[in-house]
Every structure is written in structure tokens, then in C-alpha cells.
């Protein structure tokens, strides 16, 4: 350079490429696990919401049921539960079947359905968890129902990429009494 120019040597602007490189791959690095972690702490809770929907379904119903039925079902049905809606005034009692059964089962999970039949005439179903761990050949892990009167326990098991959570509920289903 001759006098009086300012400006950068070559090692000065080398020196200087070579900071905002490592900054450049610092902060890629960081908004990479931001966006990772976010990931996993989304599927955490998707896992955890999915393990309580099912459970507060299967509860609600059970705490209505006069019979429950674990034992000897064959696969997709998870649970039937069935109650009697009595009328008291003169009219038909109505009849009321709730069957939970897993559908669209992927690497053993997938959705956990519920059908609600009655003898009036309603017919629906409807998901009420998905991400559900089903697999008969790991039974220490999968999601059972057993029943040992009044006694229903139900585990679930939601699995979400790397997230998983497993919640087990126990509910006593009603007492039925004659007039």
C-alpha cells in the first residue's frame, strides 16, 4: 500500500473470515439444537396428552359399567365395557356397548379407537389416543387391560419418536343396585 491509503491486509481480512466462519458455525449449531430440542419436548407432551386422553375416556366409561370384559378378546379389541341406562318412568331402558380396539397399527402403534353403541340407535366411533404402544410379544411394555372385580387397570403407552410416557390407571366401575 502506498501512504496515506487505509484499508485491510490479506492476513487481517483472513483472520477476519475465519471468526465469522466459526461464528457463522457456532450459531448453526445452536439453532440446530434449539430446533431439536423443541422437537423433543413437543413430542414429549403429544405423548403425555395422548396417555391421559385415552385414560380419562376409558375412566369416564368404566365408572358407568356394569360389565367389563378383558379377557379373551382378540385383537384390535383392547376393552368392552357395557351398561344399562334404566328408566325409571316406564320407559325402554337403552343398552349401552363402548368397545376400544387400536387401529392403524405401525411398528405396534398406532391410534386407540373407541365405538359407542347403544339400543337406541347410536352407533359412533372416535379416536381418543394416538401414538399407542401395542405389541402382545412384549408384554411387560405393551398397553393392557386386565380386570379383577371391581377393579379395571389399564396401562397405557404412548411412543412419539424418542418420547415415550407409560401411565397405568385403576378405576372401580359402578355398583348397580335393584328397586
Known amino acids: 500500500m502506498s501512504r496515506g491509503q487505509s484499508g485491510f491486509s490479506l492476513t487481517e481480512l483472513a ?52 360389565d367389563v370384559v378383558t379377557d379373551s378378546l382378540e385383537y384390535p379389541n383392547f376393552l368392552v365395557l357395557s351398561w344399562t341406562e334404566r328408566s325409571y ?9 363402548v368397545t376400544y380396539y387400536f387401529s392403524d397399527l405401525v411398528n405396534n402403534v398406532g391410534k386407540l379407537k373407541r365405538r359407542h353403541w347403544n339400543s337406541a340407535g347410536l352407533d359412533e366411533q ?32 404412548s411412543r412419539l419418536g424418542n418420547a415415550r410416557e407409560t401411565k397405568e390407571y385403576q378405576t372401580c366401575y359402578r355398583a348397580t343396585f335393584e328397586y
Do not use: C
Open 15 to 66: 483472520v477476519n473470515y475465519a471468526i465469522v466462519g466459526i461464528l457463522a458455525a457456532v450459531i448453526g449449531t445452536l439453532i440446530f439444537q434449539i430446533s431439536r430440542g423443541t422437537e423433543l419436548n413437543n413430542n414429549n407432551i403429544t405423548s403425555i396428552t395422548q396417555v391421559r386422553n385415552g385414560g380419562s375416556w376409558i375412566s369416564n366409561d368404566t365408572l358407568m359399567a356394569e
Open 89 to 97: 318412568t316406564g320407559g325402554e331402558s337403552i343398552y349401552h356397548t
Open 126 to 157: 372416535i379416536v381418543v389416543a394416538s401414538y399407542i404402544y401395542y405389541n402382545l410379544a412384549d408384554p411387560d411394555n405393551t398397553s393392557k387391560a386386565t380386570y379383577l372385580s371391581p377393579t379395571l387397570t389399564v396401562k397405557l403407552d
